[in-house]
């Protein structure tokens, strides 16, 4: 394998030249290190890495090839290059989570998902940017301060899993990790022209994992092409998702687009035409409550600022063990001082109203539910943000993320164009849960249709 096919390989690029001697375990692991070392020659272009262990990484590359040459078993991903988001736990890696104060926060064992990447043969180089505390989707951070979107510089690369989605879009690797909890993997997957899904909450291990809301977070995965997505869910959850053939029976949810984002629109509405073909399975749905629905059934405000203290209750090389002292330093990026300041100042979950919450989200499911049934659909689709990224510094309008992490319920970012500014625009289909499969067998059908 060449360099410049390395950039865009996808995962079974990668293991079937492995597999036929035609690269290595060593050969890919520099080629990753070279890309992210020529990115930064002339300073930091995306700001996507916060650790990098070539050192580790290139041992952990060195043993997979004498594996190969001993003739055992090749595993999903023997030797292939991965980046891990850093709030994830990395056995003797820091898990900063985007924020200066945690920086010497060193894991004293792995993610459980860290684990199942290494079980299957990932070669692991680093950890990645993210939007400080996970509490955002501009890439915001104290730690590594914007991440670059890999399209357009100045530009918000989408988060909270800002650097995993840039890392990925710029040839680092072809996979990377990132959790969402309102957004946060199908976001940046938009605004970097990449794949990300959401499974089913529940589906994949949140242990080891910094907080945000543990009744919305998940991990999942970012890739370029849509078959890694399924392999990589797969490894992630311990789930098998194998192919499904079912028709397609699609919802536009009308309100989910902002009347002026011709470009973002078109594009949206055309996806779904190529997917549903001449069969006739697609309909308008106007369901004008329900951004305003998931919104209010957003239960992060309720569980951040405590699921973070008992998270740093034994960490003693934080510099903060509280969202109030974190507010209290400054030292956190001034993007985050409202929500963080307010985040800090609520009543949480011993409020009354910690349990209306809750009711609200299995109330909006069993709405989602009925919807489905009713007009006989088993997708519901619209832009994963109704605008394109805003510049740094600005905050991102748009996003219709939330209905999926409120609800439980598994969605998928899908590259289907770019705007006249050359963003990337992305598609979000959302199924009732456990219909991973649909999601997958869209994506898939996507990307065939656009080879």
């Not at 300073?43 to 997979?64: C, H, M, V």
């Not at 100045?154 to 990377?176: D, E, F, K, Q, T």
């Amino acid at each position: 394998m060449q360099y410049a096919e390395y950039l865009r390989a996808s995962l079974s690029d990668m293991t079937d030249a492995l597999q036929q001697r035609a690269t290595t375990a060593c050969e890919l692991t520099e080629f990753a290190l070279r890309r992210i070392a020529e990115a930064d020659q002339n300073g930091p272009r995306y700001n996507a890495i916060t650790w990098l262990f070539a050192d580790q990484a290139l041992a952990a590359a060195t043993e997979s090839d004498a594996r190969r040459r001993r003739g055992e078993a090749p595993r999903r991903l023997e030797g292939i290059p991965v980046l891990i988001k850093d709030n994830i736990a990395v056995q003797g890696w820091p898990t900063s989570a985007g924020s200066v104060l945690l920086r010497h926060v060193i894991a004293e064992q792995d993610a459980p998902l860290v684990t199942a990447l290494r079980a299957e043969g990932a070669v692991l180089l680093g950890k990645t940017a993210m939007h400080e505390l996970a509490a955002g989707i501009t890439g915001a951070s104290s730690l590594s301060g914007f991440t670059d979107n890999a399209w357009l510089a100045g530009h918000s690369p989408g988060g909270s899993s800002s650097g995993s989605a840039v890392a990925v879009a710029a040839g680092y690797v072809p996979l990377a990790i990132g959790s969402d909890t309102a957004g946060s993997v199908r976001i940046p997957a938009a605004f970097n022209h990449l794949y990300g899904l959401r499974m089913t909450h529940g589906a994949i291990s949140i242990d080891g994992i910094v907080p945000l809301s543990p009744s919305q977070d998940i991990p999942g995965a970012l890739v370029r092409h849509p078959a890694d997505l399924r392999l990589a869910s797969e490894i992630l959850s311990g789930q098998t998702l194998p192919p499904h053939a079912e028709p397609l029976r699609i919802g536009v949810w009308q309100e989910g687009f902002a009347a002026e984002e011709a470009a973002i629109n078109q594009a949206v509405y055309t996806a779904v035409t190529a997917l549903v073909g001449e069969t006739g399975n697609q309909q308008t749905i106007a369901f004008p409550q329900l951004e305003t629905l998931a919104a209010e059934a957003s239960i992060i405000p309720w569980e951040f600022a405590e699921a973070l203290a008992e998270w740093l209750a034994d960490k003693p090389q934080a510099e903060s063990h509280t969202l109030a002292e974190v507010v209290a330093s400054g030292r956190h990026h001034p993007q985050l001082e409202a929500v963080f300041t307010a985040r800090a100042n609520h009543p949480g979950k011993a409020s009354d109203s910690y349990a209306i919450q809750q009711l609200r989200q299995r109330t909006l499911y069993q709405t989602l539910v009925q919807l489905f049934n009713q007009r006989k659909i088993n997708l519901l689709a619209y832009p994963v943000v109704k605008h394109p990224p805003v510049r740094h510094g600005e905050l991102q309008p748009g996003s219709n993320a939330l209905v999926a992490a409120v609800t439980g319920a598994p969605a998928i970012s899908i590259p289907v164009g770019f705007t006249a500014q050359g963003l990337p625009i992305g598609m979000e289909l959302l199924a009732l849960r456990g219909r991973e499969d649909l999601l997958l067998q869209a994506a898939e059908l996507m990307a065939a249709i656009g080879r």
